[in-house]
């Protein structure tokens, strides 16, 4: 009876989801909260774990609790098909009701004509796609049980197309992200259970999947590519560790198939073929030294198995390829550029734009864990290690490094496995560790409130909280944050922070918006201009006053000196552009500017009393990559209430719009 409450619960939020309507409502009048009916699914499964504790596993349950939960946070959070979802979707409602890849009225018909670029066309007359069919592939069952839904409910009088783009077609993907993504979890419990007691391996996979990008992908954008991607790569490597001792022909073909498949889902989980390819060529050295021609014979054999496999899974593609493009191996215009000379790698692990690390801290930790595994367990630990440092590279390599509009470090969804056997090998050293120094960990603990009450002294030391006035836990706490921001920076963006801070000269607190805000990075955009009284903050260093605006131009007035920070992709030749006007008054001396680079004087200036755009030319030698000082050192300043201009007490030289910079 509780495996039926569980799965009624589970059938009635996927009505709710793919045909908008509630089950319960017919039946009773009235359609519960989903999290009421979670609720009482949970009810259930606990009562089955209780009944068959200690004869069953109690993993079924729980990722049926999980599963039901998970269509309720889609409800929530208001999942449907979205980004590039549309254009895998694409593939699957022309394969399903045209019978052809010509994806030009699919696009039109999904809300993409305006997608100029889509429409080619190719040589084959067909319209472009630079994503992958194994999405398609795999949301398929999905959208066939989608098709009936649409069926049944066009049937019953309700305005729904049976004609593959109405809304239970687009929310059965949705299902089909949540049930993939907690099978590439059960995957994963399954790989890092090899290795790990299972408390060891169930709180890693929870803590990996939950405290990263992957759970946005599960149950917010679950028709991105990530979840069927986890989980093939999640399979690959649960059946490479299993087959580690001995591996069969048979078991090298199917290595080879799920490399095939894999990428049929994501190009670049062609790179976790390094797995068994590690042991490919361990093992061939081995027989090698051994002089052992049986071996070598029988691990060839068994390399052309996995090859071979790996082809056929990937033919799909191929054939989409030559229907779309006239090739077997087409690359599409439409794809990012890869610049293999210069990958972000800093960037993509440490940055505060999506960086792997700053983004979801928890990696840190399971990074760690998978070091100290190719210390205790090279045959293990090495080969996981390498396949994330070739997949960080690849990733870095990418034009849009940070992965666009995404959320999180989602490129690195192949990761999450090895991820999670990093996590539980760092869970039980600690654990190990604290058993023997529980005096420290938990001082260490307490320590934590000692850092509470110095922030909230900070805070008070600044205004931001005033001491004895009634103040809201969230701002008290946003402020404190701001303080321990300011002392230390982001601490999961050490050591790139801190290394980033003593070579520029900075707080490391800089470091979130100088490092990835580069001028001049992108050669489509060789200029740079600093909006000063706008988005300027964190630009601006000493000698500024508050921003201020006259009618649509916004302005910082300077004192002197008055100092910018440049942040530079490399050094250059750069036309120097600023836009200002002197502080006038009646007698005023003539006002000048030293324009000074990196402490070297570059340019002298003088400076209007009305608006006007200065500029000189700044050489190269002035400049270097990294953060620059840009300095504007007036010849005066003089506070208004001293010269009769008004009682405003502050230093004025000029007043600065902006300063423009571009490669000359």
């Known amino acids: 009876m509780s495996w039926v409450i569980a799965g009624a619960a589970a059938v009635e939020l996927c009505a709710r989801e793919v045909a908008r309507r509630s089950p319960l409502h017919g039946i009773v009048g009235?359609?519960?909260?989903?999290?009421?009916?979670?609720?009482?699914?949970?009810?259930?499964?606990?009562?089955?774990?209780?009944?068959?504790?200690?004869?069953?596993?109690?993993?079924?349950?729980?990722?049926?609790?999980?599963?039901?939960?998970?269509?309720?946070?889609?409800?929530?959070?208001?999942?449907?098909?979205?980004?590039?979802?549309?254009?895998?979707?694409?593939?699957?409602?022309?394969?399903a009701c045209d019978r052809d890849l010509d994806l030009t009225n699919d696009y039109r018909l999904l809300g993409l004509g305006d997608k100029t670029y889509l429409f080619g066309p190719t040589r084959t007359g067909y319209a472009h796609s630079a994503w992958t069919i194994g999405p398609a592939i795999v949301w398929s069952p999905f959208f066939a049980a989608a098709h009936v839904v649409a069926i049944g409910l066009h049937e019953s009088g309700a305005e729904v197309g049976t004609d593959g783009t109405s809304y239970p077609y687009r929310q059965a993907v949705c299902v089909a992200g949540l049930a993939y993504g907690l099978l590439g979890c059960w995957f994963c419990f399954r790989l890092t259970r090899r290795m790990f007691p299972a408390e060891y391996a169930a709180a890693a996979v929870a803590?990996?999947?939950?405290?990263?990008?992957?759970?946005?992908?599960?149950?917010?954008?679950?028709?991105?590519?990530?979840?069927p991607s986890m989980a093939g790569v999640a399979a690959l490597a649960w059946a490479w560790a299993s087959t580690r001792e001995g591996r069969t022909i048979r078991e090298w073909a199917l290595l080879g198939a799920l490399a095939g498949f894999i990428t049929l889902i994501r190009w670049q989980n062609a790179l976790f073929a390094i797995l068994p390819a590690w042991d490919a060529v361990q093992q061939l050295a081995a027989a090698a030294r051994a002089r052992d021609a049986r071996a070598m014979r029988r691990m060839a054999i068994g390399c052309a198995a996995f090859v071979a496999a790996a082809v056929i899974a990937f033919l799909p593609q191929m054939i989409a390829w030559h229907s779309i493009y006239?090739?077997?191996?087409?690359?599409?215009?439409?794809?990012?550029?890869?610049?293999?000379?210069?990958?972000?790698?800093?960037?993509?692990?440490?940055?505060?734009?999506?960086?792997?690390?700053?983004?979801?801290?928890?990696?840190?930790?399971a990074a760690i864990g998978l070091v100290i595994l190719a210390f205790a367990r090279p045959a293990i630990g090495v080969p996981m290690l390498a396949a994330i440092a070739v997949m960080t590279y690849f990733n870095a390599s990418i034009q849009d490094w940070w992965g666009s509009a995404g959320f999180g470090g989602r490129r690195f969804d192949g990761t999450i496995p090895l991820f999670c056997v990093g996590l539980a090998a760092f869970?039980?050293?600690?654990?190990?560790?604290?058993?023997?120094?529980?005096?420290?960990?938990?001082?260490?603990?307490?320590?934590?409130?000692?850092?509470?009450?110095?922030?909230?002294?900070?805070?008070?030391?600044?205004?931001?909280?005033?001491?004895?006035?009634?103040?809201?836990?969230?701002?008290?706490?946003?402020?404190?944050?701001?303080?321990?921001?300011?002392?230390?920076?982001?601490?999961?963006?050490?050591?790139?922070?801190?290394?980033?801070a003593l070579r520029n000269g900075v707080a490391p607190a800089r470091y979130d918006l100088l490092s990835t805000n580069r001028f001049i990075g992108d050669p489509r955009q060789p200029y740079a201009r600093i909006d000063l009284g706008g988005d300027d903050?964190?630009?601006?260093?000493?000698?500024?006053?508050?921003?201020?605006?006259?009618?649509?131009?916004?302005?910082?007035?300077?004192?002197?000196?008055?100092?910018?920070?440049?942040?530079?992709?490399?050094?250059?030749?750069?036309?120097?552009?600023?836009?200002?006007?002197?502080f006038a008054f009646a007698g005023a001396p003539p006002q000048s500017l030293t324009v000074i680079v990196n402490g070297q004087p570059a340019a002298a200036l003088a400076v209007p009393t009305d608006w006007q755009t200065l500029e000189c030319d700044v050489a190269v030698e002035r400049w270097h990559a990294g953060v620059n000082t840009l300095t504007l050192e007036f010849a005066?300043?003089?506070?208004?209430?001293?010269?009769?201009?008004?009682?405003?007490?502050?230093?004025?030289?000029?007043?600065?719009?902006?300063?423009r910079l571009a490669v000359n």
């Open 636 to 659: 005066w300043a003089r506070r208004p209430v001293d010269v009769g201009a008004g009682g405003d007490t502050r230093p004025l030289a000029a007043a600065v719009d902006y300063i």
């Open 427 to 500: 869970g039980e050293r600690a654990v190990a560790f604290t058993g023997r120094h529980t005096f420290a960990a938990v001082t260490a603990a307490a320590g934590v409130l000692v850092v509470w009450n110095l922030t909230l002294i900070g805070a008070a030391q600044r205004g931001t909280i005033r001491i004895g006035e009634t103040l809201s836990f969230d701002r008290a706490w946003a402020a404190q944050a701001a303080v321990a921001h300011s002392w230390i920076g982001n601490p999961f963006t050490y050591p790139a922070s801190l290394v980033f």
């Open 537 to 582: 903050e964190w630009l601006v260093d000493e000698g500024w006053h508050a921003p201020e605006r006259e009618g649509q131009t916004t302005f910082r007035w300077a004192a002197t000196p008055a100092t910018v920070l440049v942040p530079l992709d490399h050094a250059a030749t750069l036309r120097l552009q600023i836009r200002v006007h002197a």
């Open 30 to 95: 009235v359609a519960p909260p989903p999290w009421l009916i979670v609720a009482v699914a949970a009810a259930a499964v606990v009562v089955v774990i209780a009944q068959t504790r200690g004869r069953r596993s109690p993993v079924a349950p729980i990722f049926a609790a999980l599963f039901v939960a998970g269509l309720a946070l889609q409800i929530e959070l208001g999942a449907r098909l979205q980004s590039d979802g549309f254009y895998y979707f694409a593939y699957l409602r022309s394969m």
């Open 326 to 365: 006239g090739s077997w191996l087409a690359v599409s215009p439409l794809g990012p550029e890869i610049r293999w000379t210069s990958p972000h790698l800093v960037d993509i692990l440490w940055s505060a734009r999506n960086g792997l690390f700053s983004t979801a801290p928890i990696l840190y930790l």
């Open 207 to 227: 803590l990996t999947v939950s405290g990263s990008f992957m759970l946005w992908y599960l149950v917010k954008e679950p028709s991105m590519t990530h979840a």
